[in-house]
Structure formats: structure tokens, C-alpha cells
């Protein structure tokens, strides 16, 4: 009797902190209602080529609200139709659509025009399939003119638990606009050397597999991990500052919620 008393106090002990983890905006987010806090470690691979910086560390502040969400990560978004209990729900967002980059990232883009960050304004659905499914499809246009072009998306996210952990495995993929592509990946002819020929991109789509893990460390700490792998369209893949089709990326990080 004593050894099930045990197990019981442990299990509900674990299901006090699990089930934080929710999906909103087509982004992972936990502990509804509270600010964040965050720190972390990222690698990646090459995304051009001979680059530079592909471990960093991440910080991140932000507030994960009912309807309201923002942080340095993913910028805003507000949910204006839909709830938490509802089959559909649909926000309005501002965000990054890429980081851009300067000349001197890489060697690969020695003597070019540096690009700056795009951020994007648009719209998400959000689609409730059951049992932690959730189906989630945006469009984002440029509003800052940096490379005034369109991009569209689909990912579809699954939210398990184990125990205290959250698991979300997720799949998706992204069309990118020539405007986009042209921008970011293409090679002026005024930019064109002998070791890096002109380039025009076209519009391209892009494929995501990935997952994320959320480990809470008491109430208001958690620790989680998430690897993602890309494979580029081939518009984009065959530019010439372009180190590779196949793309990756990881991290680990902490976080405080209060």
C-alpha cells in the first residue's frame, strides 16, 4: 500500500508539470499566460558557403498570452477568431522571414551587397485535428521593402507526452516567392566574379522535418531541445554561394517562465 502511495504521489507529481506545451501561430509555446525568459546554444550547418558563425548563442524574452504573443524569436501574432477549444483558429502576425546577411559571414559573399533582415506581415490558420494534432498554414507578405515578395507555408505538428515530457515531431514545407529567392540567394551581375558567376533566383519551395522536446524542471523552469532538418529547393540549392541543399539545425535551451 505504502509502495502505490509512492507511485501515485510520483505520477501526479510529473502530470502537475506536463501539458504545458501548446501550438499557437504555427509556433511551439508553453506555460500559457506567463512571460519567458530564454538562453541557449544553436548549431547549424553551412548555409553558404565557407561560413563564418554556425554556433551562437540564443536569448530571447518574450510574453506567451491567451491571444497575444510576442518575443525576439518569432515577433508577434494575435489571435483574433478561435480559442483554445476551438476546431480553427486564425492570427494576425508580424515576424522575421529571413536573417539575412553580410558580406563578411562568409567568404562566399566577399564583395557582395549585404542583405538585410526581411520581416513579414500576414496571416496564419491554425487547425485543430485531435489528439495534439494541429495542421497549420500561414502567408506573409514583406512590409519592410527589403525584398517585397510573398511566402506561404504548411507544417503540420503533433504534441505527445511522455510522462512530464512534451514531445512535438513535426513536418512541413514553405514556398518562397522569386522576390524572396532573387533577393537572398541571388548573385548580381555587378556582384559576379570568377570564382562567383551571376545568378537569378526563381521562386522555390522548401521541406522541414523536425522535432522539439520540452523537459519542465519544476514550475516555472523548463529545458527543451529541438533539431530540424531542410532540404532546399533546387532554385535555391544551385546558387553559387549556396554551400548545400540539405540543411540542418540544432539547439538546446533553457528557460524561465513567470
Given at each position: 500500500?505504502?509502495?502505490?502511495?509512492?507511485?501515485?504521489?510520483?505520477?501526479?507529481?510529473?502530470?502537475?508539470?506536463?501539458?504545458?506545451?501548446?501550438?499557437?501561430?504555427?509556433?511551439?509555446?508553453?506555460?500559457?499566460?506567463?512571460?519567458?525568459?530564454?538562453?541557449?546554444?544553436?548549431?547549424?550547418?553551412?548555409?553558404?558557403?565557407?561560413?563564418?558563425?554556425?554556433?551562437?548563442?540564443?536569448?530571447?524574452?518574450?510574453?506567451?498570452?491567451?491571444?497575444?504573443?510576442?518575443?525576439?524569436?518569432?515577433?508577434?501574432?494575435?489571435?483574433?477568431?478561435?480559442?483554445?477549444?476551438?476546431?480553427?483558429?486564425?492570427?494576425?502576425?508580424?515576424?522575421?522571414?529571413?536573417?539575412?546577411?553580410?558580406?563578411?559571414?562568409?567568404?562566399?559573399?566577399?564583395g557582395m551587397k549585404d542583405r538585410k533582415a526581411g520581416i513579414n506581415g500576414g496571416f496564419n490558420v491554425d487547425i485543430n485535428t485531435g489528439m495534439g494534432g494541429v495542421l497549420s498554414t500561414f502567408v506573409g507578405h514583406d512590409i519592410t521593402?527589403?525584398?517585397?515578395?510573398?511566402?506561404?507555408?504548411?507544417?503540420?505538428?503533433?504534441?505527445?507526452?511522455?510522462?512530464?515530457?512534451?514531445?512535438?515531431?513535426?513536418?512541413?514545407?514553405?514556398?518562397?516567392?522569386?522576390?524572396?529567392?532573387?533577393?537572398?540567394?541571388?548573385?548580381?551581375?555587378?556582384?559576379?566574379?570568377?570564382?562567383?558567376?551571376?545568378?537569378?533566383?526563381?521562386?522555390?519551395?522548401?521541406?522541414?522535418?523536425?522535432?522539439?522536446?520540452?523537459?519542465?524542471?519544476?514550475?516555472?523552469?523548463?529545458?527543451?531541445?529541438?533539431?530540424?532538418?531542410?532540404?532546399?529547393?533546387?532554385?535555391?540549392?544551385?546558387?553559387?554561394?549556396?554551400?548545400?541543399?540539405?540543411?540542418?539545425?540544432?539547439?538546446?535551451?533553457?528557460?524561465?517562465?513567470?
Amino acid at each position: 500500500m505504502k509502495k502505490l502511495a509512492i507511485i501515485i504521489a510520483a505520477i501526479a507529481s510529473n502530470a502537475a508539470y506536463a501539458g504545458d506545451t501548446y501550438i499557437r501561430n504555427g509556433n511551439i509555446y508553453s506555460h500559457e499566460g506567463q512571460a519567458v525568459a530564454e538562453v541557449g546554444i544553436s548549431t547549424t550547418s553551412d548555409l553558404y558557403k565557407s561560413q563564418d558563425d554556425t554556433t551562437y548563442l540564443n536569448l530571447n524574452l518574450g510574453y506567451r498570452g491567451e491571444d497575444f504573443n510576442a518575443d525576439l524569436t518569432n515577433g508577434l501574432n494575435y489571435r483574433f477568431f478561435g480559442n483554445n477549444d476551438d476546431s480553427v483558429n486564425i492570427n494576425a502576425f508580424i515576424g522575421h522571414a529571413s536573417k539575412g546577411y553580410e558580406s563578411k559571414d562568409a567568404d562566399s559573399l566577399a564583395g557582395m551587397k549585404d542583405r538585410k533582415a526581411g520581416i513579414n506581415g500576414g496571416f496564419n490558420v491554425d487547425i485543430n485535428t485531435g489528439m495534439g494534432g494541429v495542421l497549420s498554414t500561414f502567408v506573409g507578405h514583406d512590409i519592410t521593402g527589403e525584398y517585397d515578395g510573398l511566402n506561404a507555408g504548411m507544417k503540420y505538428m503533433h504534441i505527445t507526452h511522455f510522462g512530464k515530457i512534451d514531445f512535438v515531431p513535426f513536418a512541413g514545407v514553405n514556398w518562397l516567392s522569386d522576390d524572396y529567392v532573387d533577393h537572398y540567394f541571388g548573385v548580381k551581375d555587378s556582384e559576379a566574379t570568377m570564382q562567383r558567376s551571376a545568378y537569378k533566383g526563381d521562386n522555390s519551395f522548401t521541406y522541414n522535418l523536425g522535432y522539439k522536446l520540452v523537459m519542465p524542471m519544476g514550475e516555472n523552469w523548463d529545458i527543451s531541445q529541438s533539431t530540424q532538418y531542410t532540404r532546399l529547393g533546387s532554385d535555391i540549392a544551385d546558387s553559387p554561394i549556396v554551400d548545400s541543399a540539405n540543411q540542418w539545425d540544432a539547439q538546446v535551451t533553457m528557460s524561465y517562465h513567470f
